[in-house]
């Protein structure tokens, strides 16, 4: 049996006990959560949210690229949610690596060099306020509330970063 | 007590029972999933992940953008994901709207027409295969195992989309 299909089995037991049928797309608590992909951090548990609850956008580190950028619009637009609340980690894998060395190695191995930028990060809270400040530069975004965190992987806790401006 | 206030007071109680500090970067499946920011689905309990299983990315619709790309990279670079799982889902919001009309919203309101795609789509199982055919066509993705799902979001079920060359 592969991963996938482990994970298929685990759905099939969801769906046997699936109460959530009547929920429409827009999410009760009106909050739109920006994170990290990685694999120890699990927003909906540590954030209290149940299905239907919020939005959740996540990428490699939580940063605030032009698609995370056109998730949010879409989710301020179609459903109309109000905050924004921007979550990086400790121990963020970003943290591991440079753009250059992930595009030295891409083409080394490929022969292409990758035209876009990787956005490797130094620094969790400074990230979490780069993230922050591309929002707010965006003229697509609505800027109701905006809050940042960094979650520490090691404790489960979330530590807030204070935001220029914020 | 804003919204975000009531998911930190959630946080506190999670952090309170927590006992995964231990956990290292790498996901413990293999399993990378790309999905919908839609509040009604939670990948982590439709697929029985627990924190450390699986990197999860999630934008508006679970499409393939270069952001998205860029997510699977690092994903399989830094850590060794050998596994794709794409799901969208029944009822999306980008079923919704056309990129036209929402960049006409853009510019009537703010003067500034995007220039980026809002990545609408008329079919979720469609863009499923549209999504498993752009990362196959990049160069940077390795291609060892790919699957496609549509979630249904009245029943909590999944639905496997036969994928081109899959």
Redesign the interface.
């Known amino acids: 049996m592969?991963?996938?299909d482990?994970?298929?089995?685990?759905?099939?037991?969801?769906?046997a006990s699936?109460d959530?049928?009547a929920?429409t797309?827009?999410?009760?608590?009106?909050?739109?959560v920006l994170t990290c992909?990685?694999?120890?951090?699990?927003p909906?548990?540590?954030?209290?949210?149940?299905?239907?609850?919020?939005?959740?956008?996540?990428?490699?580190g939580g940063v605030a690229?032009?698609?995370?950028i056109?998730?949010v619009?879409?989710?301020q637009?179609?459903?109309g949610t109000?905050?924004i609340?921007i979550v990086h980690h400790t121990?963020c894998?970003?943290e591991?690596?440079t753009d250059a060395a992930?595009k030295d190695?891409?083409v080394a191995e490929?022969g292409?060099r990758?035209s876009?930028?990787?956005?490797a990060f130094p620094d969790a809270a400074a990230d979490v306020r780069q993230t922050a400040a591309r929002l707010a530069a965006s003229?697509?975004v609505r800027h109701e509330?905006v809050?940042g965190f960094v979650y520490d992987?090691?404790?489960?806790?979330?530590h807030e970063v204070a935001l220029d401006g914020g």
């Open positions: 592969t991963a996938t482990d994970l298929l089995a685990s759905n099939q037991r969801y769906a699936y959530k049928g929920l797309a827009a999410p009760a608590k009106g909050v739109v992909m990685d694999a120890r951090l699990d909906a548990r540590f954030l209290g949210l149940e299905e239907g609850d919020a939005h959740v956008i996540r990428n490699a690229t032009d698609d995370a056109r998730s619009v879409i989710s637009r179609l459903v109000e905050s609340v121990g894998g970003m591991s690596f992930m190695e891409l490929t292409i990758p876009f930028s990787f956005e003229p697509f509330h809050r992987v090691e404790s489960g806790r979330l």
